[in-house]
């Protein structure tokens, strides 16, 4: 089945750490992005990249870093530089268009990150 | 720059009430909406979808009419029922090839039997 996952499920962290959340897709899909989820504000963009070897800032890219060396992978990065990074991340994707601005996201089942 | 106003929740109904889920939005041009929805411990899934004025998005039982006049993208159900608790997004994206969905906060919706 065509789809994508994140890994893993639940992630503890020390303060102080960096750690990696994966996201990999079977899509086929061009465009990836990172969203970050906290209770009461919706989702807000953290990363995108539309096509391999680029990626574009989002709204709140600060302590984050991505990489984008694999069309199905795109992995993110949660610095120690983030200053509350216990949140809910989701990962999505989308086939990428030129002029069609209706093509939906796809959603991995997220990753819940606590900060310990 | 582009944004999306949804109604607050929570919203508790009880089942085969009727179902209305308010949301506007501000952006230039002719966007798509869409209206996702998240069951607890999930990610989103993609509800329904309307790419020009007047269309109407429709699953499940769910619809969405894309008003250009009003900025809205109202979602209704006519009789909803307790598996459709969860939290519901409204979200667009620009017209010109951005890739980028701008959300609205959520509406979280409980469904009593």
């Known amino acids: 089945d065509g789809g994508i996952t994140q890994s893993p499920k639940y992630l503890f962290r020390k303060e102080g750490q960096n750690v990696t959340l994966s996201c990999e897709q079977n899509l086929n899909h061009d465009a990836m992005y990172w969203y970050r989820q906290d209770p009461g504000q919706g989702l807000r963009l953290i990363y995108y990249s539309q096509i391999v070897n680029d990626f574009q800032k989002g709204d709140i890219a600060e302590g984050y870093s991505v990489s984008r060396e694999k069309k199905e992978s795109f992995p993110l990065t949660v610095t120690s530089a983030q200053k509350n990074p216990t949140a809910f991340y989701l990962c999505?994707?989308?086939?990428?268009?030129?002029?069609?601005?209706?093509?939906?996201?796809?959603f991995g089942p997220g990753t819940r990150l606590t900060v310990l | 720059g582009d944004s999306v106003t949804q109604m607050e929740g929570p919203v508790t109904l009880s089942e085969e009430a009727f179902l209305t889920i308010n949301c506007t939005y501000t952006?230039?041009?002719?966007?798509?909406l869409f209206w996702y929805v998240q069951y607890p411990g999930e990610g989103l899934q993609l509800l329904l979808k309307a790419t020009k004025a007047d269309d109407k998005g429709s699953n499940k039982g769910f619809e969405a009419t894309y008003r250009k006049e009003t900025t809205s993208f109202h979602l209704e159900k006519g009789s909803v029922q307790v598996s459709d608790s969860a939290v519901y997004f409204c979200?667009?994206?620009?017209?010109?090839?951005?890739?980028?969905?701008?959300f609205g906060k959520g509406t979280k919706l409980t469904v009593n039997p």
């Open positions: 952006a230039t041009g002719y966007p798509s």
């Open positions: 999505a994707s989308s086939p990428r268009s030129w002029y069609a601005s209706y093509n939906e996201q796809f």
């Open positions: 979200a667009l994206k620009s017209e010109g090839g951005s890739e980028k969905l701008v």
